[in-house]
């Protein structure tokens, strides 16, 4: 195949490149670089079946050629990117799936959208199947997000109705590992750094929130079975292995063997606000659809993460 992925220098963008040529296609690789970062596709380049264009999404988008399919995954995906980039956030959801939808449309080319379990916000069902419609804020500071990707789920549903474009949908919940950026503001960086530098772990209140944390190579494996199944419909690809975040700052205590304490804060700030008390996927669907679950151990797939930083901590 040959394909397009956007957001491609970005955390789950640059492993999805990592398999598509590994699987032996054709990768063209796309982004504006505001959260993205080349280190992560350094690796790729000169490749003759890999180049990487420095594009905005939310503009029209030419790429000459066929095209097999397009992967949108071109947004900030933290709470500090989209409250600092809340525009941004909200145009590439709309305009930018707009754009990459119509770019598919022209090419004849199968279309993912990735979205996230925060379509679901902070819910009243648990753990989240995909017929939950959510219970989300719009006007809070994450609705940027949250109705960003609400919102391009829908234009995706619209234009698959409308013009029969070929579309997939992946609802994607935490997920972790290599390429994370250190300062993103989210939970797994921010323990790990905390704890190999012996800082204390900041836990917002009790610590009683929870969430459920696959590793990236499972997610991108969910990622490429759904690309090539026959279903339109979002698939919630995500790690059912629930645990509360005081629980996770204890293992990342552990597995680095930090001497780290764990500091009980109250939240204060925008991140914090409309914050899940819960998160958890159902992946019947996925199990049933893809033959997919999780492979990685959450102590397996932390060393690697681990390791990954240990030399990127000042």
């Not at 296609?25 to 490749?47: F, K, P, Q, S, Y």
């Not at 979205?115 to 959510?134: A, F, K, R």
């Not at 893809?290 to 797939?301: A, I, R």
Request: charged share 20%; net charge neutral; glycine share 8%.
């Amino acid at each position: 195949m040959r394909v397009l992925i956007t957001g491609a220098a970005g955390f789950l963008g640059s492993h999805l490149c990592d398999r598509f040529l590994a699987e032996g296609h054709t990768v063209i690789a796309m982004d504006n670089l505001l959260t993205g970062n080349t280190a992560n596709i350094e690796h790729l380049a000169g490749r003759d079946n890999f180049l990487f264009v420095k594009h905005d999404v939310t503009n029209f988008i030419y790429i000459e050629g066929k095209l097999d399919a397009v992967l949108h995954f071109a947004s900030p995906a933290s709470p500090i990117d989209y409250l600092e980039y809340p525009i941004p956030t909200l145009k590439v959801g709309a305009l930018g799936t707009h754009k990459a939808l119509g770019l598919a449309k022209a090419k004849g080319a199968r279309f993912l959208l990735a979205s996230t379990s925060e379509v679901y916000g902070d819910p009243l069902i648990h753990p989240q199947t995909e017929d939950y419609w959510g219970n989300v804020n719009p006007i809070g500071p994450r609705g940027v997000y949250d109705e960003a990707k609400r919102f391009a789920e829908a234009l995706t549903m619209a234009y698959h109705r409308y013009h029969q474009v070929d579309t997939r949908i992946v609802r994607i919940f935490n997920t972790y590992g290599p390429r994370m950026r250190l300062n993103d503001g989210r939970v797994v960086p921010n323990f790990i750094a905390q704890a190999l530098r012996g800082e204390a772990l900041t836990v917002y209140g009790e610590g009683r929130q929870t969430r459920s944390f696959c590793y990236v190579t499972d997610l991108i494996e969910g990622i490429y079975r759904l690309l090539l199944s026959s279903e339109v419909h979002p698939v919630n690809i995500g790690n059912p292995s629930e645990m509360s975040i005081l629980e996770f700052a204890e293992k990342i205590i552990a597995l680095t063997g930090s001497s780290s304490k764990i500091s009980f804060i109250q939240p204060t700030d925008m991140r914090i606000q409309d914050d899940p008390k819960v998160r958890q996927p159902d992946i019947t669907k996925a199990q049933q659809i893809l033959k997919w679950e999780p492979q990685v151990s959450l102590e397996q797939g932390l060393q690697e993460t681990i390791n990954y930083f240990k030399p990127r901590v000042a």
